[in-house]
Structures are given as structure tokens and as C-alpha cells.
């Protein structure tokens, strides 16, 4: 059964992806279903239009270089057909240990991990994750949207949890450097840049990326990687880790996959995907942002190898133009 999420018609600056009947005919067609075990040649760079639960016994072992899981949070949601219910912390735990302990024999022993939270599900993912995994380090992220609470701290930031299941393991610093304005240009005694680049426009920066990520923007209305899909991870975010802890080539397995972002950044970037999603309409908008991808490679936020600050690159474009 497919279902479309309520919409109305879209502003003329609106950029939201959105299928007609026909793109769902056919996108349906291009969709996998599991009945016996596989193997990670038939389904690399397919989508699995099914439940993890459904799926997760009859997958390869030790093909997965990067696992991102971007699971239901602990709160109530509602996911097109499908609705997640809070639970009691412990009751959250179970679940998520349900799936996860069956999934850990699809990762090399190379493998990275990345399982994103919020505040209320944070401690659960590392109480079990922790169970099977080495942890490396907590990403928090600024998600700066949303209406606040009369009652309590807006939340604006989540986490994602790093971890890898040996000792050695893929990671790429200098993959994801961000370019930042510089403030204090100092110059070494030759009058010399000290660690900057000098631009006509502005004066920058390469750094080494932290915990903390504040230049990520949540997609939104006009942004032409926007979904109806309710809690969508943005390119930029998916670009830092598929950059970080993979090589070109790796398979990268997300087994909820939503609307495809993951299966997309992976595809610009060279890397190949297995995907897993058990609503049809998102396994179908997945399908036609990855068409788009093969077009368009484009990646807002990340340029010339490095990611900007939020809206920089864009202010740095338009100065550009306004000089030539």
C-alpha cells in the first residue's frame, strides 16, 4: 500500500521532492523484497522496501564498511503509515537491542558506526551499542528548528554516537576540514599568512572538525534536497561521516533508510548502499533523489573539498559575481 503524505500545493519557490501516481508506479518497480538469504552483490545499491525485522536474518555477513542508523527516537512519531509510540527507557533499550545485536554480524571488522539520538534516547543507544561496539566519541549537531516549550529548554541539538568494532578502522580528518572566516588574520614574520588563505572576498581558514557541528542546516522548503519526510537528515550531515569512516567503493548500510539520504550522499560520493525502508512512498522518493543524484552531485555546504560554515559559501559566491 502506498500513501501520500497530506500536502498542500506547492509555493512557487518550493523545492520539496514530491512523486506523482506515475513516479510511484515505476519507482516501485526498482524496490527489493527478501524471501531467503542473500548476498551483498544482489543487493548492493538497492533498496529494500521492507521491515528491518523482516530482513535482518537473511542478510551477508561481513559486508558493511559504514553503518548509519538514524532509528526512531524515543517519542511518540508518526511516519506516514506507520507510528512510533514512547516507551518506558528500559522498554526503549529492548527494542533497540532486538535488531541491533542481529545486525552487527553484517560489519567488517573495519566497520564504523554511527546511530543518531536525541536527549531522551541518547542513553540508550550507548547502553547497548556499547554491549557490541568499541565507543569512540559523541557528535552533537545543532538542529536549529522547531517551535520552543513553555515548559522547557527548546531543543535544538541531537547526538550522534561513533563507535567501531575493533581498533582498526577507517578515518579521514582531513576529509572534512571546515572553512571558516578568520577573524584575527595573523601573519608569520614575513608578512606571510600564518595558517589561513588569503581571498579577495574574505579571509579563511581550513580547520579539523569537532564533536560540536553548528553549520548544518535541517533541510527545509526551499532547499532542493527537501522531503515531506518527517525528521530527514541533511546532505551535509551524511556527507561529514561517508567522508570521515569510508573509501571509495565501501558499502555503506542504513537500515532505516527514511527518504534516502544516506543511499544519496553515498552515490555522490562515490561509495556504494544497501538501504532498508518499510514505507513504499519514502522507498520511492528515495529512488527519485537518487536519479537526481546521478545528475547532480552537488552537495550544499561542502565545496572544493571542505565544508563551509553555514551560509558562507554562498555569501562568498555572491561576492564573487558582484566583482567580476
Known amino acids: 500500500m502506498v500513501k501520500y503524505p497530506p500536502h498542500k500545493n506547492k509555493a512557487p519557490l518550493n523545492r520539496t521532492i514530491r512523486l506523482s501516481q506515475k513516479e510511484i508506479t515505476k519507482f516501485s518497480k526498482e524496490l527489493v523484497y527478501l524471501d531467503k538469504k542473500t548476498s551483498a ?8 522496501n521492507q521491515d528491518i525485522f523482516e530482513v535482518v536474518d537473511l542478510l551477508p555477513q561481513n559486508f558493511v564498511d559504514l553503518l548509519f542508523i538514524d532509528p526512531p527516537y524515543n517519542i511518540s512519531k508518526k511516519f506516514n503509515l506507520v507510528s512510533f509510540k ?3 527507557i528500559k522498554k526503549y533499550e529492548e527494542w533497540l537491542d532486538s535488531w541491533l545485536k542481529k545486525i552487527i554480524k553484517t560489519l567488517k571488522s573495519t566497520a564504523s558506526v554511527y546511530i543518531c539520538g536525541d536527549w531522551n534516547s541518547s542513553s540508550a543507544i550507548l547502553n547497548i551499542a556499547g554491549r557490541y561496539l568499541k565507543v569512540r566519541n559523541r557528535i552533537t549537531w545543532e538542529r536549529e528548528k522547531g517551535r ?8 535544538c541539538n541531537e547526538d550522534i554516537w561513533f563507535f567501531t568494532v575493533s581498533d582498526k578502522y577507517n578515518f579521514n580528518p582531513d576529509a572534512v576540514k571546515i572553512r571558516r572566516k578568520v577573524l584575527a588574520p595573523y601573519k608569520d ?12 572576498i574574505k579571509n579563511y581558514r581550513d580547520t579539523y572538525s569537532s564533536n560540536t ?3 548544518i542546516s535541517v533541510p527545509f522548503w526551499s532547499m532542493p534536497e527537501n522531503t515531506d519526510h518527517p525528521t530527514q537528515k541533511p546532505e551535509k550531515l551524511l556527507a561529514k561521516i561517508i567522508l570521515a569512516s569510508s573509501s571509495k567503493n565501501d558499502i555503506i548500510f542504513d537500515p532505516f533508510l527514511g527518504s534516502g539520504t544516506s ?6 560520493l562515490e ?7 518499510m514505507d513504499k512512498y519514502y ?8 536519479l537526481n543524484a546521478a545528475k547532480d552531485k552537488r552537495i550544499q555546504g561542502y565545496e572544493d573539498g571542505v565544508f563551509w560554515e553555514r551560509n558562507t559559501l554562498r555569501e562568498q559566491i555572491k561576492s564573487h559575481k558582484s566583482i567580476r
Open 148 to 155: 520552543g516549550s513553555k515548559k522547557n529548554w527548546k531543543n
Open 271 to 277: 561509495r556504494n548502499f544497501v538501504g532498508v525502508e
Open 189 to 200: 614574520e614575513n608578512g606571510k599568512p600564518k595558517d589561513w588563505i588569503k581571498s579577495k
Open 263 to 268: 543511499a544519496v550522499v553515498a552515490k555522490k
Open 213 to 215: 557541528w553548528t553549520d
Open 283 to 290: 522507498c520511492c522518493l528515495a529512488q527519485k533523489r537518487l
Open 41 to 48: 552483490k544482489q543487493i548492493k545499491n538497492r533498496i529494500l
Open 86 to 88: 514512547e516507551m518506558e
